[in-house]
């Protein structure tokens, strides 16, 4: 997958995508990431990119003309078509099933605003798709293009090692939260690990770890969890984490 991000801080993708996962998604030439910067493509001795807003108010906006050259060479660089995604807070949600949707796309092209934002005609005219990382408020687009990067580099086949399992993950299974995990020493002052995930019996663990699932999403994460789809076994399950859990002193779902 090709990767075209355009950006006033190319440099901040780049090292963004440098580590992990996506790093070595790079390496193994399974993602390609090129960053392209509108002050770049734009004239003038002061290189503007950005100008004040008609109508008046505070802050500025990205200017069409940087943006369309900018795009343009981006285009030019490969022939394969690829719709435009605007980070922007006014964008659909990024949710798993947007991520495997957009990891299917041979290419794609990211538009990073910064200042309050982009002329609305250029969005018009060359934005495919805009999409918000969230309901809180950022300086700019780029940390939501590393977040759309991060997510759709390890979807691409030979991203992850064994170790990274895709399956596994809340979201990428079944809507689950994830179960507690732990490691050596066994004993220790802050507590000991679960006798059960010490005991052997692995039909015994894999029971453990999915009603922890479904524990800790039914109290962290109630929208999550859709009970009436959940199969007899599960519903008991979470049953009998209820009953262990003991009463609502400790808290109803939803509570931290
Ligand atoms: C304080 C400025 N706001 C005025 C009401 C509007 C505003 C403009 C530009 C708010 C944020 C931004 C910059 N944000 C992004 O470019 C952005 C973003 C975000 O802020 N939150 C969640 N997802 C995204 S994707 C891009």
Redesign the pocket.
């Known amino acids: 997958m090709r990767i075209d991000v355009l950006t006033l801080f190319p440099e901040f993708i780049a090292q963004a995508a440098a580590v992990g996962v996506v790093g070595r998604a790079q390496e193994r030439g399974l993602l390609a990431l090129q960053g392209w910067n509108p002050r770049d493509y734009a004239v003038g001795g002061y290189r503007r990119v950005d100008d004040r807003p008609f109508g008046g108010g ?2 500025m906006v990205m200017m069409i003309e940087p943006l369309q050259a900018c795009l343009a060479a981006a285009r030019a660089a490969d022939p394969a078509p690829a719709p435009v995604i ?4 006014q ?1 659909r949600p ?1 949710t798993q099933k947007l991520v495997r949707e957009l990891a299917t796309q041979p290419r794609l092209i990211l538009l ?6 982009v002329d609305e005609r250029f969005l018009a005219a060359e934005v495919d798709q ?16 590393a977040v759309v990067i991060d997510a759709v580099a390890r979807l691409q086949d030979g991203a992850l090692n064994d170790a990274d399992s895709a399956v596994q993950d809340s979201f990428e299974g079944d809507g689950l939260l994830d179960c507690p995990h732990y490691t050596h020493p066994s004993t220790h002052p802050l507590g000991e690990v679960p006798a059960v995930l010490r005991s052997g019996d692995h039909a015994a663990i894999a029971r453990w770890r999915r009603q922890q699932s479904l524990g800790r999403t039914w109290l962290r994460r109630p929208d999550l969890l859709d009970e009436t789809r959940l199969s007899k076994a599960d519903r008991a399950l979470l049953e009998a984490f209820r009953q262990e859990r003991g009463g609502p002193e400790k808290g109803e779902p939803g509570q931290p």
Not at 112 to 117: S, T
Not at 130 to 145: F, H, K, M, N, R
């Open positions: 505070p802050g605007y980070l922007s807070p964008g990024l990073c605003g910064r200042y309050e934002g805009e999409i918000s990382i969230g309901d809180y408020v950022l300086s700019g687009g780029e940390l939501a293009a």
